[in-house]
């Protein structure tokens, strides 16, 4: 069964890629989670152990300021994910009143263990899809990178001024169900 087009000019296209990428991501997050048997964390503590796990040794302030989140969510996430055994938070060797974060083994193989299953379940269903199909997906590629790129870099919501949350961007965790905003 083929899908609709979306509507001409840039709206209808715009609601049809929000609405299909929506659906990747939730559906592959859904299959995921299922395969590897893991308890879900809130997509903010997902964001937060996943940026940790890239930049070691990143402050509370820094990683809400990078997450566009108040830095006391960011103080509960960090709690929450030292009680999971996924964080560590440790005093700052340049600065002895400060704090940074760690991934601690656990975190880290949690985070690999998502990525591989992730790719693992993206290369299976590539290969069940038309050369044609795989080829278009290729292609796309580029533009989804730039159009990421701009979504990022943009920083102002409908009324011109600048976000200042996620909250506050078209599309965030707010306009998602308790269960989009799951993550790895």
Known sequence: MALPLPEPGPKGLAEELSECLSGLHRTVRRRVRSQLALEPLAGAQGELLRLVVTRPGISVSAAAKELRLAGNSVSTQVQQLARLGYLSRETSAVDRRGAVLLATPAGR????????????????????????????????????????????????????????????????????????????
């Not at 590539?126 to 943009?154: C, G, M, Q, Y």
């Not at 011109?160 to 790895?184: F, L």
């Open 109 to 184: 193989e949690r985070l690999a263990r998502w990525a591989d299953e992730r790719a693992e379940l993206f290369e299976r269903q590539l290969h069940r899809l038309s050369e044609k199909d795989v080829e278009a997906l290729t292609a796309a590629l580029p533009a989804l990178r730039a159009l990421t790129e701009s979504i990022s870099t943009d920083g102002t919501d409908r009324l011109g001024q600048g976000a200042s949350t996620p909250g506050d961007r078209i599309g965030s965790h707010q306009d998602k169900t308790t269960e989009d905003r799951k993550a790895p």
